[in-house]
């Protein structure tokens, strides 16, 4: 089955992201940081409001994926967090300095966290050695990986992506994600192989506020997730689903 998963900011996403048809969400915080983790309150109510599987990012900083002993001491907490609010995953990543994955303190994050799943972060496109990354990501025990191919966006990452796909070779998920919509949906589909998919959907809100002091010199927008665009990603999978159903 063909996977949807959709990164929201806020809880109407969280709403939206059921009604449009995707199938999980990576719940964040902080969009202009790329995501962080986000508050026990804002993952409490995400539970409550969706039945989907709902995966926090475990991030407690924008930046790299390099961490303090005190930053590991957090992330281990905000599993534990994750755990007690039950979530059916998380999302999240260590690298050492020279661009290979921290395996130790990554596998001790994936027990943590376990009976939940545990997506390994686009910390992967970071990485000096796909095969390399590949290999360590899944003796540290992840379900999946988030990445772009190493590059920007998938668009430019495709061909690595469908390496990466292969060489997995089913002992791990290869999720594409970064710069994927509806546009481009299909044919990522179809040169990776891949069968789960990332998105951010995302559109700007502009604030509901009749007042806005014009000496700040500011747009108060929010990051909200684009119900149309998620249909359309959603409908595409559904099409391509029924197609590889009747190949079978």
């Given at each position: 089955m063909y996977i949807l998963e959709v990164i929201v900011f806020t809880i109407s996403s969280c709403i939206t992201a059921q009604k449009a048809g995707a199938h999980r969400i990576e719940l964040c915080d902080n969009p202009g940081e790329g995501g962080t983790t986000p508050s026990y309150g804002m993952i409490r109510q995400a539970r409550e409001k969706t039945n989907l599987q709902l995966y926090p990012i475990i991030r407690p900083r924008g930046g790299d994926f390099l961490y303090s002993d005190d930053e590991f001491s957090i992330m281990l907490k905000d599993i534990f967090m994750c755990k007690e609010a039950?979530?059916?995953?998380?999302v999240a990543g260590i690298l050492k300095?020279?661009?290979?994955?921290?395996?130790?303190r990554t596998a001790k994050?994936?027990?943590?966290?376990?009976?939940?799943?545990?997506?390994?972060?686009?910390?992967?496109?970071?990485?000096?050695?796909?095969?390399?990354?590949?290999?360590?990501?899944?003796?540290?025990?992840?379900?999946?990986?988030?990445?772009?191919?190493?590059?920007p966006g998938v668009n430019e990452g495709v061909d690595n992506l469908k390496l990466l796909v292969e060489n997995a070779a089913d002992r791990i998920v290869i999720m594409p994600g970064s710069g994927l919509r509806s546009v481009n949906m299909e044919t990522i589909v179809r040169k990776t192989g891949a069968r789960e998919f990332h998105s951010s959907a995302r559109k700007n809100l502009q604030s509901g506020m009749t007042y806005q002091n014009p000496g700040m010199l500011e747009q108060l927008l929010t990051t909200d997730l684009d119900e149309e665009e998620v249909k359309a990603m959603a409908g595409i999978l559904h099409k391509l689903q029924g197609e590889f159903e009747t190949e079978d």
């Open positions: 039950g979530c059916d995953g998380v300095p020279d661009g290979t994955v921290d395996g130790i994050l994936v027990n943590a966290a376990y009976p939940m799943g545990f997506t390994f972060h686009r910390a992967f496109d970071r990485t000096r050695d796909a095969a390399e990354a590949l290999e360590a990501v899944i003796s540290c025990g992840c379900e999946r990986i988030l990445t772009s191919g190493l590059r």
